[in-house]
């Protein structure tokens, strides 16, 4: 079967992207608007999932998206004051020069070249400008509130739905597609699903209601429906009514779905906007969506300072330890012994800040209690690689790399060039002396020798040792090794 995500991601190759999604939003660049200081952000899939703790602005970018359209003549449009309010309470919700730039897919050029139309919504006499020349496509926004359920709404309209005089006046069957596409997500056959309008004999207003038999079962209202299934319907009617090419922004898609529904909604998502060319933009804080999804799909939202950082591409776990301040490893990754764990967090440290924070470096012992733990760890469906030292290899098969150098890491470090300048150089050290007395112990005691030198405890000298070892390393092996760790990240 083929892979709906490579399936997806394929659509969106710059040659094919204008063909099939039309004026899709390729870059969204917000300055000035709420927590959004200065915040570029580049969109790689057709359906991209905006996450990151609260308050980091991935409603803002969702309802910027929603302004960076003009509507199709049968419909209404958004602007930035449909959603961005400023008033008694909320004075400066935006700069006095904020600004958002939208870069657009365009056709291929004869020349084979692939353009992009950049335009700009800015602040100027106190009125947003720059509406004029934007593309024409059809927006829906749908908010964490678009659907009500119906025992939250006020107790006029209950007891219109209780009125005994009720008649069913006219009745329309839902689409098949939908009614499969919800079974799929709730993992629930449903028979039949119906739009139903109820009036009372002679009375003008008529009652909304739908309803759903589910096999072997009666039918039923929504007004009995728990809320994920009849905002679920709600959902996905909505998505599939709207024409090809546009553009649907979702709040929170997963609220009160069960973990598989939020994957199998994931899923959908990935499949109606390759089906019906549209692009579709998220928030969400859900791993079980973002498992669903390409990982050029998920940007992660940082709070940096007084400012935003996107994080495109991040693994699922990476994400999800950062939403719950990194009190669950996005990886754990198994070592030898404390320098090899000195050598890989400072490793990561240097070329990915976001990563060393998210994951665990664990001392697992030789190659061979690395290797039972690995088991154990698979066993427990835990996200796991090790990284053995250089005399023993690696086994890319099982996730298992190993450190720089064909030698243990004691022994790459004390002949590393580097090291030894920095050692000598900034901690004083004699390595004639040093080399005389390592000569005659274990590798593993190296670095005892340098405590009493340094009059520093061996967590801080292997630190310092690491940092100036890997200086040494070549810049592309660093990054292989990276790559690999960061590859392993579900």
């Given at each position: 079967?083929?892979?709906?995500?490579i399936?997806?991601?394929?659509s969106?190759?710059p040659?094919n992207?204008?063909t099939n999604?039309?004026?899709?939003?390729?870059r969204l660049?917000?300055?000035g608007?709420?927590n959004?200081?200065?915040?570029?952000?580049?969109?790689?899939s057709?359906?991209?999932a905006f996450?990151?703790?609260?308050?980091t602005g991935?409603s803002?970018?969702?309802?910027?998206?929603a302004?960076?359209y003009?509507?199709?003549a049968?419909?209404?449009r958004y602007y930035?004051?449909?959603?961005?309010?400023?008033?008694?309470m909320?004075?400066k919700?935006f700069?006095?020069n904020?600004?958002?730039?939208?870069s657009?897919?365009q056709?291929?050029l004869p020349?084979?070249?692939?353009p992009t139309?950049d335009l700009t919504?800015?602040?100027?006499?106190?009125?947003?400008s720059?509406?004029?020349?934007?593309?024409?496509?059809?927006v829906a926004y749908?908010?964490v509130?678009f659907?009500?359920p119906?025992?939250e709404?006020d107790?006029?309209?209950?007891?219109?739905?209780?009125?005994?005089?009720?008649?069913?006046r006219?009745?329309?069957?839902i689409?098949?597609?939908?009614?499969?596409k919800i079974?799929t997500?709730?993992?629930c056959?449903y028979d039949?699903?119906h739009?139903?309008t109820?009036r009372?004999?002679?009375a003008?207003k008529?009652?909304?209601?739908?309803s759903?038999?589910?096999q072997?079962g009666?039918?039923y209202?929504e007004?009995n429906?728990g809320?994920?299934e009849?905002?679920?319907?709600?959902?996905?009617?909505?998505?599939?009514s709207f024409?090809e090419?546009?553009?649907?922004?979702?709040?929170?898609?997963?609220t009160?779905?069960?973990?598989s529904?939020q994957?199998?909604?994931?899923?959908y998502?990935?499949e109606?906007?390759k089906r019906r060319?549209?692009?579709?933009?998220?928030?969400?804080h859900?791993e079980?969506?973002?498992?669903?999804?390409?990982?050029?799909s998920r940007?992660y939202?940082?709070?940096e300072?007084?400012?935003?950082?996107?994080i495109?591409?991040i693994?699922?776990?990476?994400a999800?330890s950062?939403?719950d301040?990194?009190?669950?490893p996005?990886?754990?990754?198994?070592?030898?012994d404390?320098?090899a764990?000195?050598i890989?967090?400072?490793?990561?440290?240097?070329?990915d800040?976001?990563l060393?924070?998210?994951?665990?470096v664990?001392?697992?012992?030789?190659k061979d209690k690395?290797?039972?733990?690995m088991a154990?760890?698979?066993d427990?469906?835990?996200?796991?690689?090790a990284?053995r030292?250089?005399?023993?290899g690696?086994?890319k098969?099982?996730?298992m790399?190993?450190?720089?150098?064909?030698?243990a890491?004691e022994?790459?470090?004390?002949?590393?060039a580097?090291?030894?300048?920095?050692?000598?150089?900034?901690?004083?050290?004699?390595?004639?002396a040093?080399?005389?007395?390592n000569?005659?112990?274990n590798?593993?005691?190296?670095?005892?020798?340098?405590?009493?030198?340094?009059?520093?405890?061996?967590?801080?000298?292997?630190?310092?040792?690491?940092v100036a070892?890997l200086?040494?390393v070549?810049?592309n092996?660093?990054?292989r090794?990276?790559?690999?760790?960061?590859?392993?990240?579900?």
């Open positions: 079967m083929a892979d709906k995500k399936e997806l991601q394929a969106f190759q040659a992207r204008f999604y039309g004026d899709a939003i390729l660049h917000i300055k608007f709420r959004h200081s200065n915040t570029p952000i580049a969109i790689e057709p359906v991209t996450c990151g703790v609260n308050g991935k803002t970018i969702l309802q910027l998206a302004a960076a003009k509507a199709p049968a419909g209404g930035v004051s449909t959603f961005i309010l400023a008033g008694t909320d004075k919700p700069a006095d904020a600004s958002f730039e939208v657009y897919a056709p291929t020349d084979g070249k692939i139309r919504v800015s602040r100027a006499d106190s009125k947003w720059g509406y004029d020349h934007q593309p024409e496509r059809r749908l908010g509130g659907h009500m119906h025992s709404r107790e006029d309209y209950k007891s219109k739905v209780q009125d005994t005089r009720l008649e069913l006219h009745q329309t069957a689409e098949k597609t939908v009614l499969e079974s997500i709730l993992l056959n039949v699903a739009q139903n109820l009372r004999k002679y003008r008529s009652v909304a209601l739908l759903a038999k589910r072997n009666e039918e209202s007004a429906m809320s994920g009849a905002r679920l319907y709600d959902l996905v009617m909505r998505i599939e024409p090419n546009s553009l649907i922004l979702i709040e929170e898609p997963e009160a779905l069960h973990p529904a994957y199998e909604l994931g899923c998502l990935v109606v906007s060319k549209i692009q579709v933009f998220i928030t969400t859900s079980y969506v973002l498992l669903a999804l390409p990982q050029k940007i939202l940082k709070r300072n007084n400012s935003v950082v996107p495109p591409g693994g699922v776990r990476q999800i950062l939403m301040n990194m009190e669950i996005a990886l754990y990754i198994l070592v030898e404390d320098v764990e000195a890989i967090t400072e490793l990561l440290r240097r070329h800040d976001n060393v924070k998210t994951v665990r664990l001392i697992a012992g030789d690395i290797q039972a733990m154990v760890f698979k427990q469906k835990l996200p796991v690689c990284v030292d250089g005399d023993f690696a086994d098969k099982i996730q790399f190993k450190l720089f150098g064909t030698e890491p022994k790459e470090i004390f002949k590393s580097t090291f030894r300048s920095a050692f000598a150089a900034t901690h004083k050290v004699d390595f004639d040093v080399d005389v007395k000569k005659a112990q590798h593993h005691r190296w670095f005892d020798v340098l405590e009493t030198q340094m009059a520093r405890k061996r967590p801080e000298i292997l630190t310092a040792a690491a070892y200086d040494g070549p810049e092996d660093r990054a090794l990276v790559e690999q760790i960061k590859a392993s990240v579900p």
